[in-house]
């Protein structure tokens, strides 16, 4: 049992890693207005700042001095993203862009290519 909940940490945290991987690549390390919106599965920037007025976002996003729009921690939607996959959400009908979905696999790949040559 001990076993078995150690390697499904061991797949939470690799899928966190690639997903941060990716969003760093494509975002930096934080997400803004319209591409936080869109990865997060809202259909507007409105249906987003009502989600924010209500207090339902599942991660927590922040403002910053001269800008209207919200920000959020890159690494905080890699373990929101990762979280839906474990959930059985699926992340493609969330709005998560196909890039994103394409690095995650591309990072899985190169992975086990490194595993396979040693390194």
């Known amino acids: 049992m001990l ?3 150690k ?3 061991a797949d939470i945290c690799e899928k966190v890693a690639a997903y941060e991987l990716c969003l760093l690549k ?11 919106h869109h990865i997060m599965g809202y259909s ?4 987003f700042l009502h989600a924010v007025c209500r207090k339902t976002l599942p991660v ?10 919200r920000f ?4 905080d939607i ?7 996959d474990i959930e059985g959400a699926g992340t493609e ?5 196909s890039a994103i979905i394409e690095c995650r696999d591309q990072f899985h790949t190169e992975s086990n290519t490194d595993d396979r040559q040693g390194g």
């Open 60 to 69: 927590q996003t922040f403002k910053r001095p001269g800008y209207r729009m």
């Open 26 to 36: 494509l975002y930096g390390a934080v997400i803004q207005g319209r591409d936080l």
């Open 93 to 97: 009908s969330l709005g998560v862009k």
């Open 7 to 9: 390697t499904q940490i």
């Open 3 to 5: 076993g078995d909940m």
């Open 72 to 75: 959020a921690r890159t690494h």
């Open 78 to 84: 890699a373990i929101w993203l990762a979280s839906m």
């Open 44 to 47: 507007s920037g409105d249906a």
